[in-house]
């Protein structure tokens, strides 16, 4: 089994800002991926940032990284230089083999608002 | 072409009814989803189908009966649902049909369903 927790329900920033979102997660497997994706109001589920747990390297994808722990199962995002567009949902989840096969399971999520 | 299209977008049925939901993709994705979202909660999987097989099915009641008549199409067939089935229903696929861990999802818009 694969779990996600994410103990921000609400964050915000001011717009230029940097914010950092929270994420921990739990799965047996050695292989597995980890995902940030955002859901602003338009509904649609957009992919952030992938990171592949093998890899020590951080992801990085222009404003948006991430801060990868794997011996304690911990992986936030960063968001820099904050933008309106930025004001979604965020749901950090797990992507493991095993009996997780195939299947993709999210953090509760976080707010995100990003004032002017 | 890169997108998910589901339609339709908004959809309100009666208990009685029977009614689709339907999801495309011209991406030549091997594997496709549906999940179901209810306000401010996370995604929760339903069914997945890969090389046009079902291949995950999260126990869901058979008042929802999905359908992939080809590897571009997914449908969700609706009947006698309860109040509670009101939800955002989410279509995604992914390019890889072996459903890994490594697999990224491509999400659509979504369909808002209400049930009277």
């Known amino acids: 089994a694969q779990t996600v927790t994410q103990s921000q329900p609400e964050m915000s920033v001011q717009e230029a800002e940097t914010v950092t979102l929270s994420c921990t997660y739990d799965?047996?497997?050695?292989?597995?991926?980890l995902f940030w994706y955002k859901q602003p109001p338009s509904r649609q589920m957009i992919l952030v940032i992938r990171?592949?747990?093998?890899?020590?390297q951080n992801a990085t994808e222009n404003r948006f990284s991430v801060n990868f722990q794997k011996a304690a199962k911990s992986f936030s995002l960063k968001i820099s230089d904050s933008q309106l567009g930025d004001a979604a949902m965020y749901f950090c989840?797990?992507?493991?083999?095993?009996?997780?096969?195939?299947?993709?399971?999210f953090g509760q999520g976080t707010i995100l608002t990003v004032h002017p | 072409d890169t997108e998910v299209t589901q339609t339709p977008k908004h959809l309100v049925m009666g208990m009685t009814n029977k009614k689709s939901l339907k999801c495309e993709q011209h991406?030549?994705?091997?594997?496709m989803y549906w999940y179901k979202q209810k306000a401010k909660k996370p995604p929760e999987l339903m069914f997945v189908?890969?090389?046009?097989?079902?291949?995950i099915n999260e126990s869901v009641p058979s008042r929802f009966s999905p359908e992939c008549p080809n590897s571009s199409l997914l449908n969700l067939h609706l009947h006698a649902l309860q109040p509670e089935d009101s939800a955002l229903y989410l279509c995604?696929?992914?390019?890889?049909?072996?459903?890994?861990?490594?697999?990224?999802?491509?999400f659509g818009a979504g369909s808002r369903l209400t049930v009277l």
């Open positions: 799965t047996s497997e050695s292989d597995y991926y």
């Open positions: 991406m030549g994705h091997r594997a």
């Open positions: 995604a696929s992914s390019i890889r049909g072996d459903l890994s861990g490594a697999n990224v999802l491509t």
């Open positions: 189908y890969s090389y046009e097989k079902l291949s």
């Open positions: 989840a797990v992507n493991a083999g095993g009996t997780s096969y195939g299947k993709l399971t």
């Open positions: 990171q592949e747990a093998y890899k020590q």
